[in-house]
């Protein structure tokens, strides 16, 4: 059975950061890209962030660029979402995913295995 257990969400003041973790078990993601999505109250999920199996040539939404890395540690089975300068627009259910394929994808359909989700809230 492959779980992927997200930590790390929390209650946070605007400007602040947060680092998000996915711990990946049952399968090994070392050869798979991972991803991060999210999803506020009202709204459809989103994308957010995603890396190839290598960490090579992350992508993020515009909406995180420069604020937000991803990254992931393959020996650990476990990816990273560090999130600094956080607004209020950022809260969310955040979302890790896996994949079948080694290349990253910003669509949710390029992941077969997804989390439970965190809560992250940004206050103003």
């Known amino acids: 059975q492959v779980l992927l257990v997200e930590s790390g969400g929390g209650l946070v003041q605007a400007g602040g950061s947060l680092r998000l973790s996915c711990a990946a078990s049952?399968?090994?993601?070392?050869?798979?890209?991972m991803g991060w999505f999210r999803q506020a109250p009202g709204k459809e999920r989103e994308f957010v962030a995603a890396?190839?199996?290598?960490?090579?040539?992350?992508v993020y939404a515009d909406s995180v660029k420069g604020r937000f890395t991803i990254s992931r540690d393959n020996a650990k089975n476990t990816m990273f979402l560090q999130m600094n300068s956080l607004k209020p627009e950022d809260t969310a259910v955040y979302y890790c995913a896996g994949s079948i394929h080694g290349y990253r994808s910003q669509s949710a359909s390029g992941y077969a295995y997804w989390g439970q989700g965190t809560q992250v809230t940004v206050s103003s």
């Open positions: 049952g399968r090994t993601f070392s050869s798979y890209a």
């Open positions: 890396i190839n199996w290598s960490g090579i040539s992350p």
